[in-house]
């Protein structure tokens, strides 16, 4: 496989606030490839100098093969960018907004159409729309077409669906698909651990260091515990009951449940009696399969 982005001892700060430390990673040509991780581990700003808009203090990048500092200007025509934020003109409708996005790169909406058909045709009957007044998917349907309009080999997006409800991200991931499926590269960063299973390989970051790079399979099969799912109609007291426990190693809040590993020594039947005891008689106690999320706070943790 050919490598589309390539980072090697990538540092970079804001004064003395260290965003990205020492990261290096490979991703190949044709590859949906992930960062995962939370607000503030670094991932809008290694987006930024992988789309040539920052300069990294340390280390070097290519994308494509050209260095990403020596010949950006060359680079920006072979990228597509959807920061996080949505930064489309507002005051432009949805058609002069892709109009404007395709004369900038010295193309038309009718030369690349049949790349942005599927995605722009849901939100073709509101093209006289004011940008601004669009719903949160149909923005973001909006600016994957304008970064895509000028036929880019790769295609970074900076937490594309976040504040979009759960069709919509649903079908905004099988474009994704798509899209990879017609040769173009993507980068991609989400903090949703269900997102993260849909790439084809992922890199857990966390406070501007890499804590794994893999197959989200395999990056799952990495956690060295086991894991149970622990429930009860209190969860909060649950939690906090199960986090004084001697015989509890951790324990994290997964929606109605929260997630239990077990201290070096200790047993689960330990905890099912200390549970009893402290008036947990209803808790509900199952052995589980660690997720993307359980092995990324297992890393954390070391």
């Not at 991780?37 to 809008?44: E, F, H, I, L």
């Not at 990228?79 to 005051?91: A, E, H, K, N, T």
């Not at 905004?172 to 991609?188: A, H, Q, S």
């Not at 324990?251 to 449940?257: D, L, Q, S, Y």
Request: proline share 4%; charged share 25%.
């Amino acid at each position: 496989m050919n490598t589309a982005v390539e980072a090697s001892h990538i540092t970079h700060r804001f004064g003395s606030t260290v965003a990205l430390d020492d990261i290096s990673f490979k991703i190949g040509e044709h590859e949906l490839f992930g960062f995962i991780g939370p607000d503030g581990s670094g991932k809008t700003t290694l987006f930024r100098i992988i789309t040539t808009l920052l300069v990294p203090d340390k280390g070097s990048m290519t994308v494509m093969g050209r260095d990403t500092i020596k010949e950006f200007r060359s680079l920006r025509s072979e990228i597509g960018y959807m920061p996080g934020r949505f930064s489309l003109y507002q005051d432009l409708t949805v058609e002069e907004n892709l109009n404007f996005y395709a004369t900038i790169f010295g193309t038309t909406i009718k030369e690349n159409y049949y790349l942005i058909e599927a995605i722009y045709s849901q939100i073709e009957p509101f093209r006289k729309r004011r940008a601004g007044a669009l719903s949160g998917g149909m923005k973001q349907k909006l600016a994957l077409s304008c970064a895509l309009i000028h036929k880019p080999s790769l295609l970074v997006l900076d937490e594309p669906s976040t504040g979009v409800d759960a069709v919509s991200r649903a079908e905004f991931w099988e474009m994704l698909y798509k899209l990879r499926d017609e040769g173009i590269t993507i980068v991609v960063s989400t903090p949703y651990m269900d997102e993260a299973m849909r790439c084809d390989r992922i890199a857990l970051i966390r406070n501007g260091k890499t804590l794994g790079i893999d197959t989200p399979d395999n990056v799952r099969k990495k956690f060295t515990q086991k894991l149970f799912a622990v429930s009860s109609p209190d969860i909060y007291s649950l939690l906090l009951a199960l986090r004084s426990m001697p015989a509890v190693n951790s324990a994290f809040t997964f929606g109605e449940n929260i997630h239990v590993t077990i201290a070096p020594g200790k047993t689960i039947d330990e905890v099912e009696r200390s549970l009893a005891e402290k008036g947990f008689t209803d808790a509900k106690i199952n052995g589980i399969i660690p997720g993307v999320e359980d092995t990324f706070l297992e890393l954390t943790q070391k």
